[in-house]
């Protein structure tokens, strides 16, 4: 019997993103058949795939506590699902344990709903003079503001108006950000797989393509930047399907901004032998 998998995806990409289609196909050359699946639909029965593999529910933070209910829905149901224990991850503040693990991250302030101190306490106190801010849960640079120390009280409404729904964080900004840009790097069953670096548009500071960055894709990473993204990795207590370290490098040293650990952008399209990659990876977790 021919195996399955679902890709979740979501309404705005019921046919799936255009990049992961190069999976579908990679999978198909050994014998596996993957298809969409909506996972806001509840017409789907996800219970007769042998996989169901998170790639682009990528409206998720927009309906947090339903796509958690989601996921837990199939936990409890004992769905097979990659990458696991995503709950974990939907929040950024398991980076926080990855830095108490020994990862180099980005430096960055939690706040809880209920601090009183303002943006401008913060920054203050932390010696920043540019910084961001966004929720902990989030994608895409949603909710996501750049600010100057002496213009923090402009973004104070913003700012609070996050802190009624969940936790935030402030981190200092990186101008390598802008130039060179931001270093990913993909990971498949633990092992490297392809890298890129992505380059927010001129005169802002998000790398995204929806907000007008462009990627481009680096044959040939650094050894030691390989090795920092790895060691970053293993800070997360078990072996993922896939994962994409997100940092920016300062002195040669990789400062992680993001473990992208719930649905990243794979960017099989950055090497030749990537789909095939992940399509392999993916028939590892099928084996009895």
């Known amino acids: 019997m021919t195996p399955s998998v679902a890709f979740v995806t979501s309404e705005a990409l019921p046919d799936l993103y255009s990049d992961d289609l190069a999976a579908v196909s990679a999978l198909a050359t050994l014998g596996i058949r993957a298809v969409p699946a909506v996972w806001s639909d509840r017409r789907v029965r996800w219970e007769e795939f042998d996989l169901v593999v998170l790639r682009s529910p990528w409206?998720?933070?927009?309906?947090?506590?339903?796509?958690?209910?989601?996921?837990?829905?199939?936990?409890?149901?004992?769905?097979?699902?990659?990458?696991?224990?995503?709950?974990?991850?939907?929040?950024?503040?398991?980076?926080?344990?990855?830095?108490?693990?020994?990862?180099?991250m980005v430096p960055t302030e939690w706040i809880e709903p209920g601090d009183m101190r303002t943006l401008a306490d913060i920054v203050e106190e932390r010696g920043w003079s540019r910084a961001v801010f966004?929720?902990?849960?989030?994608?895409?640079?949603?909710?996501?503001?750049?600010?100057d120390a002496k213009d923090a009280a402009a973004h104070e409404a913003a700012f609070r108006s996050i802190l009624e729904g969940g936790r935030a964080m402030v981190q200092p900004f990186f101008p390598e950000v802008q130039h060179p840009g931001e270093w990913a790097l993909l990971f498949f069953d633990g092992q490297f797989s392809h890298a890129l670096r992505k380059v927010p548009k001129r005169g802002d500071f998000r790398v995204q393509s929806d907000h007008g960055g462009t990627v481009y894709f680096e044959p040939n990473p650094p050894e030691s930047l390989i090795h920092q993204a790895t060691k970053a990795l293993e800070a997360v207590d078990e072996t993922l399907l896939y994962a994409r370290v997100d940092g920016v490098v300062r002195d040669g040293l990789l400062y992680v901004m993001e473990l992208e650990l719930v649905e990243p952008e794979l960017f099989l399209r950055a090497h030749p032998d990537a789909p095939m990659r992940f399509a392999t990876a993916i028939a590892k977790r099928l084996r009895p």
């Open 59 to 104: 409206d998720w933070y927009e309906n947090a506590h339903a796509f958690e209910a989601f996921l837990l829905d199939l936990e409890r149901r004992d769905v097979k699902v990659e990458n696991r224990r995503a709950v974990r991850f939907l929040e950024k503040s398991f980076l926080r344990d990855a830095e108490n693990e020994g990862a180099r």
């Open 134 to 147: 966004k929720p902990a849960r989030s994608a895409n640079a949603h909710r996501t503001e750049l600010f």
